[in-house]
């Protein structure tokens, strides 16, 4: 075989397993990269996503029936947590970290705020097996769906001649995960030439190409990387990385959040100490930077870019509301 022809085969294969990494109906927006997510071993099937989206909505899911994960997830925050600084699990039990907001997750590297976790379908083992969370195992959750008769249709009908297992409902619930993107907002429109923006929002996407583009990168608008944030009043509950490593230099580390939708998932930072955005801005200054502070004009028209980020489209979605019509159905 000549050489032409074997950089020929191999630029095919190339093409060959990149067609293979994304799914042609995966809806991944256009210009994006490539999800860091396998569908190679859970491909995008619909049915069930539909399937992930009743797990996700069901206490079921929590030792005691009381706590799902929309509990601290809710559609109407862009999946995020607003009504607590920190999230609450059974028996009020109270987190020390304010939930993250879940979309465009098939593109994320790691996942938590420590970054602990490296696979979405490993992801939910974290706050169902939690003690301040859903305190549960997987072995209960498999009897606990097997009782009920309209998950046992629902799964022979997706996953025929299958017993129902913890690992079938991972993957059910990285799924619907899957399905969150959010890539409507009005910057996106921009971006496609359909929307402009006005003087102020430019301004403020000077300052923050200037100032924030770094490590809140388009389009996620987070480099995913863990950086230092030491909250003062927080240290001696959250050391961050540091609690999954016990290395010191990962002390204080944490995940860079994505910045769309900031409109919706209020409170900020990892212990949702700060409810206001202006406050987190000038916050977020002071602890990176004693070289230059961003003036209140100039605040003000970062957050007229930042709000350009936020995409009420994916937030009242329907489709990613509580499925009425399975629960009604014993």
């Given at each position: 075989?000549?050489?032409?022809?074997?950089?020929?085969?191999?630029?095919?294969?190339?093409?060959?397993m990149?067609?293979e990494?994304?799914?042609?109906?995966?809806?991944?927006?256009?210009?994006?990269?490539?999800?860091t997510?396998?569908?190679?071993?859970?491909?995008?099937?619909?049915?069930?996503?539909?399937?992930?989206?009743?797990l996700?909505?069901?206490?079921?899911?929590?030792?005691?029936?009381?706590?799902?994960c929309?509990?601290?997830?809710?559609?109407?925050?862009?999946?995020?947590?607003?009504?607590?600084?920190?999230?609450?699990?059974?028996?009020?039990?109270?987190?020390?970290?304010n939930?993250?907001?879940?979309?465009?997750?098939?593109?994320?590297?790691?996942?938590?705020?420590?970054?602990?976790?490296?696979h979405?379908?490993?992801?939910?083992?974290?706050?169902?097996?939690?003690?301040?969370?859903?305190?549960?195992?997987?072995?209960?959750?498999?009897?606990?769906?097997?009782?009920?008769?309209?998950?046992?249709?629902?799964?022979?009908e997706?996953?025929?001649?299958?017993?129902?297992?913890?690992?079938?409902?991972l993957?059910?619930?990285?799924?619907f995960?899957?399905?969150l993107i959010?890539a409507?907002?009005?910057?996106?429109?921009?971006?496609?030439?359909?929307?402009?923006?006005?003087?102020?929002?430019?301004?403020?996407?000077?300052?923050?190409?200037?100032?924030?583009?770094?490590?809140?990168?388009?389009p996620?608008?987070?480099?995913?990387?863990?950086?230092?944030?030491?909250i003062?009043?927080?240290?001696?509950?959250d050391?961050?990385?540091?609690?999954?490593t016990?290395?010191?230099?990962?002390?204080?580390?944490?995940?860079?959040?994505?910045?769309?939708n900031?409109?919706?998932?209020?409170?900020?930072?990892?212990?949702?100490?700060?409810?206001?955005?202006?406050?987190?801005?000038?916050?977020?200054?002071?602890?990176?930077?004693?070289?230059?502070?961003?003036?209140?004009?100039?605040i003000s028209?970062?957050i007229?870019?930042?709000?350009?980020?936020?995409?009420?489209?994916?937030?009242?979605?329907p489709?990613?509301?509580?499925?009425k019509?399975?629960?009604?159905?014993?």
């Amino acid at each position: 075989m000549s050489h032409r022809s074997i950089i020929i085969l191999l630029f095919l294969l190339f093409l060959l397993m990149g067609f293979e990494w994304l799914p042609t109906d995966y809806p991944a927006p256009k210009g994006w990269p490539i999800p860091t997510y396998s569908f190679q071993t859970n491909p995008y099937d619909t049915a069930q996503v539909r399937l992930g989206k009743y797990l996700f909505y069901d206490p079921v899911l929590s030792k005691d029936s009381t706590i799902s994960c929309a509990s601290c997830h809710s559609s109407y925050n862009a999946f995020a947590h607003t009504d607590h600084p920190t999230s609450h699990g059974i028996d009020d039990r109270k987190g020390k970290r304010n939930a993250p907001a879940l979309f465009n997750l098939a593109w994320n590297k790691s996942f938590m705020w420590d970054g602990a976790i490296h696979h979405l379908d490993f992801q939910a083992i974290a706050p169902i097996t939690g003690k301040t969370e859903m305190d549960n195992n997987l072995e209960n959750i498999v009897l606990k769906i097997k009782r009920q008769k309209r998950y046992v249709l629902a799964f022979q009908e997706i996953f025929p001649n299958q017993e129902i297992t913890a690992n079938l409902i991972l993957r059910c619930l990285s799924q619907f995960q899957l399905s969150l993107i959010s890539a409507q907002s009005k910057y996106d429109l921009v971006q496609d030439g359909v929307e402009f923006f006005s003087i102020q929002e430019w301004n403020g996407q000077r300052l923050y190409t200037a100032h924030c583009g770094n490590c809140h990168t388009a389009p996620l608008f987070t480099n995913q990387e863990l950086m230092y944030y030491k909250i003062p009043s927080n240290a001696q509950i959250d050391s961050g990385r540091y609690s999954i490593t016990k290395v010191a230099a990962d002390t204080f580390l944490f995940k860079v959040p994505s910045l769309r939708n900031l409109s919706f998932t209020y409170p900020y930072f990892h212990d949702g100490h700060q409810p206001q955005l202006r406050a987190a801005i000038r916050e977020h200054g002071s602890m990176i930077s004693d070289q230059y502070q961003l003036t209140e004009d100039e605040i003000s028209a970062l957050i007229s870019f930042l709000k350009t980020l936020d995409d009420p489209t994916f937030v009242f979605d329907p489709q990613h509301q509580f499925p009425k019509a399975f629960f009604r159905n014993k």
